[in-house]
C-alpha cells in the first residue's frame, strides 16, 4: 500500500505516521527503512522496495523529501516498484511541499493522498488554547501570541514549546504574556529573548556568543528568528511611544512591555536603534527567514552569523 503525506504541517503529518506504524504493529512490529531522496541513489530505494523482509511480518518504508525525485526515468522506476510490491509493504512519500512528479500521483489511492497544510492563526491559536486546557491550564491571547511569534507554523514545533513551558507556568492562575516573558528570562539557556537584550546594549561579542550557545543546543534558526521578529515589533512600538515622551508604566504595559530587565532593554535599544532602523532589522529577519528555509543546514550557522552583524551594522547605518 502506498502513502503519499505532503505539505507544510510537520505534526499532524508526524501524527499520520505514528497511526500508519501503529496500524501496522498489530501483525507485529514491521522492518523499518528510511530514505532521503536527492542523497540516496534511485537504484537503492528500488531494490528495497521489490525486497522482501526476512523476519517481519510487514515493512514501513518511507521516502522523505519525496519531492527530490524529479526525472522521468527515475519516477518511472519507481513507479515500477509500486506496481510489483507485495502486499506486506507499505511505502510513505513524505514531503513538505504539496505536489510530487505526476506519476507518484495517478499510482497511489486517492483516499492515501493527503496534504497537510498550515493552520490558520485562528486555528493555531485555538490549539495552543486547548493544549493548556487538557494539561488544567489557563492562558491568555497575549500569552498565547508570544508563544506563536517564538515557534515556527507546526504543530510539532508548538508542541514543543508549550511542553517546556508546563515545566514552569504556575497552574493556579490565568496565564499571561508576563509570565511567558519571565520563564524565558529566568532559564539558564540562551532564548531569542537574551540574544536580543545583547543586541539592544550593543554587545557584539556576547550576541555572537548568545547565538553560538543556542545553535550549538539545537536550537533551530527559524525559531531564534521569530522570537527576534517579535523583539523588533516591540522596539518598534516603544519607539512609537518614545517619540511624543519617555512611556509611563501604564503605556508600556498596553504593548506588552512590563518586566523591568525587559523595560531595560527596550530603553537601550532605543539609544542604539531608531524607527528606521528597526524597520530595516525586520526586514533583514524576514529576509534571512527566507534565506535559511532555501539553503542546506551546513551553512545555517555562517547565515545566522552574517544576519546578527548586519543587525548591528543597522544600527550604525540609521544614526
Not at 128 to 148: C, P, T
Request: aromatic share 8%.
Amino acid at each position: 500500500m502506498t502513502y503519499l503525506l505532503l505539505g507544510p504541517e510537520i505534526g499532524k503529518k508526524q501524527d499520520k505516521i505514528n497511526q500508519i506504524r501503529k496500524d501496522a504493529s498489530k501483525k507485529g512490529i514491521p522492518e523499518e527503512i528510511v530514505f532521503y531522496a536527492g542523497e540516496t541513489p534511485i537504484e537503492a530505494i528500488w531494490e528495497a522496495i521489490l525486497n522482501h523482509s526476512l523476519f517481519a511480518p510487514s515493512r514501513l518504508i518511507m521516502i522523505k523529501n519525496a519531492d527530490q525525485i524529479k526525472k522521468k526515468e527515475d519516477v518511472s522506476l519507481i513507479v515500477s516498484c509500486m506496481e510489483n510490491m507485495d502486499n506486506q509493504t507499505l511505502l510513505l512519500f513524505i514531503s513538505d511541499e504539496t505536489k510530487l512528479a505526476s506519476g507518484f500521483d495517478n499510482s497511489c489511492a486517492k483516499e492515501n493522498k493527503i496534504v497537510f497544510y498550515e493552520m490558520s492563526e485562528r486555528d493555531k491559536k485555538e490549539w495552543v488554547r486547548s493544549f493548556f486546557s487538557k494539561e488544567g491550564y489557563k492562558i491568555d491571547n497575549d500569552a498565547i501570541n508570544i508563544i506563536l511569534e517564538m515557534v515556527e507554523n507546526n504543530t510539532d514545533a508548538m508542541k514543543g514549546e508549550c511542553s517546556r513551558l508546563l515545566l514552569f507556568l504556575p497552574k493556579n492562575s490565568v496565564i499571561n504574556e508576563h509570565d511567558i516573558i519571565q520563564w524565558l528570562s529566568h532559564n539558564k539557556e540562551e532564548t531569542a529573548f537574551t540574544l536580543f537584550s545583547r543586541i539592544a546594549n550593543g554587545d557584539k561579542v556576547k550576541a555572537l556568543g548568545a547565538l553560538h550557545s543556542m545553535l550549538a543546543a539545537k536550537e533551530r534558526p527559524l525559531s531564534i528568528l521569530a522570537g527576534l521578529t517579535w523583539c523588533f515589533k516591540k522596539l518598534r512600538d516603544y519607539l512609537e511611544l518614545a517619540e511624543k515622551s519617555e512611556p509611563n508604566s501604564f503605556e508600556l504595559k498596553n504593548i506588552g512591555i512590563t518586566v523591568p530587565k525587559t523595560k531595560d532593554d527596550y530603553w537601550a535599544a532605543s539609544r542604539l536603534y531608531n524607527a528606521k532602523a528597526a524597520d530595516a532589522c525586520l526586514a533583514l529577519t524576514a529576509e534571512y527567514e527566507i534565506l535559511t528555509r532555501s539553503y542546506s543546514d551546513a551553512l545555517e550557522n555562517v547565515l545566522m552569523d552574517m544576519y546578527l552583524l548586519k543587525v548591528f551594522g543597522t544600527a550604525r547605518e540609521a544614526r
